[in-house]
């Protein structure tokens, strides 16, 4: 897969995450396909779960369910690049939204994907952890 296919698609995988159709977000991944984000993150926290994914469907659950439990309302995404190289693709982006606790949420992320077979197959994503506690934490701001 050439550099541009690969852009395409994922920016195509942005569209579709922000539709939270669970059909059209279910295409776009590898049925084994991993989502990693750093331990203890704020949004894992606040949903009981895992940094780590694993399988198109947990995904799917992820970004059509929790997800938009813990983003309650005015979810933004601003890209700031995506760059891409073969079958990796880099996006780094500013995200903001209100919280479930009401709170205004402000934070950068970086991804990483990997696509194997026209679709992705793993997700590396990063953030200011720190930020997003103090954000998520009601006795701060």
């Known amino acids: 897969m050439d550099a541009q296919t690969s852009k395409a698609l994922i920016l195509r995988a942005w569209n579709e995450f922000a539709a939270q159709d669970p059909d059209r977000i279910a295409a776009v991944f590898a049925a084994d396909a991993e989502w990693l984000a750093p331990p203890g993150n ?84 990063y953030m200011d952890t720190r930020r997003a506690a103090e954000m998520f934490d009601d006795q701060h701001g």
């Open 42 to 125: 704020a949004t894992a926290r606040a949903l009981g779960g895992t940094h780590h994914l694993i399988g198109r469907d947990r995904i799917v659950r992820f970004l059509t369910i929790e997800f938009p439990a813990v983003f309650v309302a005015d979810r933004k995404v601003d890209f700031r690049s995506v760059v891409a190289d073969g079958c990796t693709v880099v996006v780094e982006e500013r995200m903001r939204a209100t919280l479930m606790n009401g709170r205004h949420y402000d934070n950068d992320y970086c991804f990483i994907f990997e696509l194997s077979g026209g679709v992705i197959h793993r997700v590396r994503e």
